[in-house]
């Protein structure tokens, strides 16, 4: 049976409102089943399943204005149908009518009253589009914010903290903004020039990155980045700029034996055995098997054979190891991804404001276990994708107190000295450098 | 075929039918290095490691260095210039200085099929992880733990009742023979260290004497595979009228149950029956705090113990 592109859109919100499954994973799910969908069409379902999350409040507050039956009441369907109109009328250039008629359609055999409500409501907002009821700037600065910009409050409250009122809006914009496609060149196959020469065609802009030595950016590639020329071949890796610079702080060389304790697909982990030239020995932990495939796979496409993966809680593993025998640890913590809400809007509607107290209890943890296991004279990298300071300067500030053998450095050779602090912390905002937002930091042990 | 001169590193009782085999072997074990006298039993009175008692026996000199890398203990063992240092549950991890001092390497006796179950407690967690097989491993050391090449391996089965302690002893047995075929083939040229598998890795971390209070919200099995693995130690426990009671000797009944688990269900000469998450557990032999470790037809001659009681 055919579905359209909207219909399955709408599918995803639904499964996404019902249990909340991580967004990529499940729109990875929904293309794949539905093959026969055109290369525009699976743009369509991305474009309207992503834009809608990201602007998920902002669409509900309007639907607040408009509906008399409160939203907790209104049914999933019609909700997240509701949603997926109002933002094709405000954020995408597909004409009102047609995403009026479109979102009505896809409640074709339900009751009247319910295309009737959905109608009604779509309309009135296409009317009402240049004076719509937000919020006023003056009486809640932060409410405002957060339902022009759609984000939870108590994250709009910490930012502004953060950054201030003068920085504020375009750290939440380029939070909204969809990201380009960043990748890592493999350089134990080919170098950055003669893959850029490759990829020119394959994206209507193709830039080297400012920092990162290995690193392209494309914007608006054609198709699937698994389709592009090289991907097969193991020519590249999807990483932003952001990691990969992680991967310079930590700068491993070939012979060394390296632990990174939260490998995840291993973006990073590809980027150290590059490092390596595929020499000494990485061993790769993470305790969720469905990653560790895909790192599997990664490992393979790339043709890197020096990484040992290991599907164990890597503080369970190793405890009572008692014994310095890394020389370099790469600690990529679990984190509140406060700095990937461009990549994951799902995580703004994930997050409850104390979440970054037990992450940051949890990173601690991490540090405090393996920090032990880091030869003297080594590096330990510590590095999280949030702008949290608890997660990040905060955390390692009082890290470093309790160990005064650990003090930070600036690797020779790191390719942007400039991004890091005079304390030595690396941190990057996508509003002022266009990456992901991520804080690290190199430790040496003496 | 020349004799080489061994150091054989090694603590526990693991480790003893090892370094016997060494002795009796045509190499020379010209030192033995264990751990400090520790405070063991009941009077905690600091007492000899089993290999050491071996070692004494045999007229052969005892190094029990506090530290490893103490420069005096380094240079003792540089003096004695062995041609290979074997090493069967030492007990540290080795620094590199006294990883390259001998000509041949080190070379370990580890009781797990590498590289699944690398660490500490190889056996324990092999029964744990409900393995159908294990075995010995000889291997070169390396920096890592237990990460270096594999020399020579030998599987054998997990019988159905095996705890801890007796497939320590098997393992042990089999560890002996393989030393001895290693060594020779090594000499011979016949057997050269081939780098561990990538895939399969695991890591066998201490056992925690915390995770040995019975959970009965588990399942059958799984309480049975987790005794058998902390015997004889740490020892899984739980409470009877709020004195520790330790489990040994279980055995699975697969039959639903409907009262709340951690009940007793049945009692009899052959053991107490409890409910658990998912099936019947029988436990045919258990130690009261303070008291011999019994089968339950013993215990229950002293100590009333009645269907409806409820253990945790």
């Known amino acids: ?446 | 075929m020349k004799s080489w001169s061994l150091i054989f590193m090694g603590t526990p009782e693991f480790a003893v039918p090892i370094l016997k085999a060494l002795i009796a072997g045509p190499d020379e074990v010209v030192a033995v290095v264990c751990q400090p006298d520790r405070p063991r039993g009941r009077g905690r009175k600091p007492s000899p490691p089993p290999v050491k008692i071996v070692a004494q026996e045999a007229g052969i000199t005892v190094y029990q260095p506090e530290k490893i890398r103490d420069p005096a203990f380094i240079s003792q063992l540089k003096a004695v210039s062995p041609e290979a240092i074997v090493v069967a549950a030492y007990g540290k991890i080795l620094p590199p200085e006294i990883l390259k001092l001998p000509p041949r390497g080190c070379i370990n006796v580890h009781a797990s099929l590498l590289p699944k179950f690398r660490g500490a407690a190889p056996i324990n967690w092999a029964i744990i992880s409900g393995e159908e097989k294990t075995g010995v491993t000889i291997m070169q050391m390396d920096e890592g733990m237990d990460t270096g090449p594999i020399i020579l391996a030998r599987e054998i089965p997990i019988e159905p009742e095996e705890t801890a302690g007796s497939l320590a002893k098997r393992l042990s047995d089999l560890g002996a023979e393989l030393i001895l075929e290693a060594i020779e083939g090594l000499k011979e040229g016949r057997l050269h260290p081939r780098p561990q598998p990538k895939t399969g890795v695991s890591y066998a971390p201490p056992l925690k004497k915390e995770d040995g209070l019975a959970d009965f919200s588990r399942p059958a099995e799984e309480l049975d595979r987790l005794i058998r693995g902390f015997d004889p130690w740490p020892t899984v426990y739980t409470f009877l009228q709020g004195r520790r009671l330790k489990l040994f000797r279980p055995r699975v009944i697969e039959a639903p149950s409907q009262a709340p688990p951690g009940t007793i269900v049945a009692v009899s000469e052959e053991g107490i029956t409890i409910a658990t998450g998912r099936g019947l557990l029988l436990i045919k032999e258990v130690q009261l705090e303070g008291r011999k470790r019994l089968p339950v037809a013993e215990f229950t001659r002293g100590y009333h113990l009645k269907p409806g009681m409820r253990l945790g």
Not at chain 1, 38 to 61: C, F, H, K, P
Not at chain 1, 420 to 444: E, I, N, Y
């Open chain 1, 1 to 446: 049976m055919f579905t359209s592109a909207r219909e399955l859109a709408l599918r995803t919100l639904v499964r996404f409102e019902r249990d909340r499954p991580p967004l990529d994973e499940t729109l990875t799910r929904v293309l794949e089943q539905a093959p026969e969908l055109s290369s525009r069409d699976r743009n369509l379902v991305m474009e309207l399943v992503y834009g809608t999350i990201r602007y998920q409040a902002s669409l509900d507050w309007l639907i607040d204005a408009y509906s008399k039956k409160p939203r907790h009441r209104l049914d999933k369907e019609v909700l997240c149908g509701l949603r997926l109109g109002i933002y094709q009328i405000l954020y995408t250039r597909i004409p009102d009518r047609a995403a009026v008629n479109e979102t009505v359609s896809l409640f074709k055999g339900r009751p009247t009253y319910i295309t009737g409500f959905v109608n009604a409501i779509l309309r009135r907002l296409c009317r009402e589009k240049d004076h719509l009821p937000w919020p006023p700037k003056e009486r809640d600065f932060a409410l405002y914010l957060a339902v022009r910009y759609s984000y939870p409050t108590f994250l709009v409250r910490r930012w502004l903290n953060l950054v201030g009122e003068e920085e504020i809006e375009s750290l939440l914009a380029a939070g909204n903004e969809v990201p380009p496609l960043v990748i890592r060149t493999n350089t134990l196959r080919i170098n950055r020039d003669q893959l850029a020469l490759f990829l020119k065609k394959e994206a209507q802009e193709l830039n080297l990155c400012r920092y990162s030595p290995e690193g392209l950016i494309l914007r608006r590639p054609r198709g699937p980045v698994t389709k592009l020329t090289g991907y097969r071949q193991g020519w590249f890796q999807v990483q932003d700029e952001a990691s990969q610079l992680v991967g310079h702080l930590v700068a491993p060389e070939p012979g060394q034996k390296v632990l990174d304790a939260c490998a995840g697909v291993g973006g990073k982990t590809t980027h150290l055995a590059q490092l390596m030239k595929n020499q000494g020995q990485i061993q790769a932990f993470d305790i969720d098997k469905r990653r560790l495939r895909r790192l599997e796979e990664n490992l393979k496409r790339l043709g890197i054979s020096n990484v040992e993966i290991i599907s164990q809680d890597v503080t369970e593993a190793l405890r009572g190891l008692g014994a310095a025998i890394y020389d370099r640890i790469l600690i990529d913590a679990p984190c509140s991804g406060t700095g990937v809400i461009r990549r994951h809007p799902d995580i703004k509607w994930r997050r409850r404001p104390e979440d970054i107290k037990t992450m940051s209890q949890k990173q601690r943890g991490l540090l405090e276990t393996l920090s032990p296991l880091l030869k003297k004279g080594g590096v330990l990298v510590y590095a999280v994708c949030s702008l949290e300071p608890e997660e990040g300067e905060g955390l390692i500030e009082a890290f470093l107190k309790g160990h005064p053998e650990f003090s930070p450095i600036s690797p020779p050779g790191f390719p942007a000295p400039g991004l890091l602090d005079s304390q030595g912390f690396f941190r990057t905002f996508p509003h002022r450098q266009a990456m992901d937002g991520f804080f690290a930091v190199a430790l040496k042990k003496t």
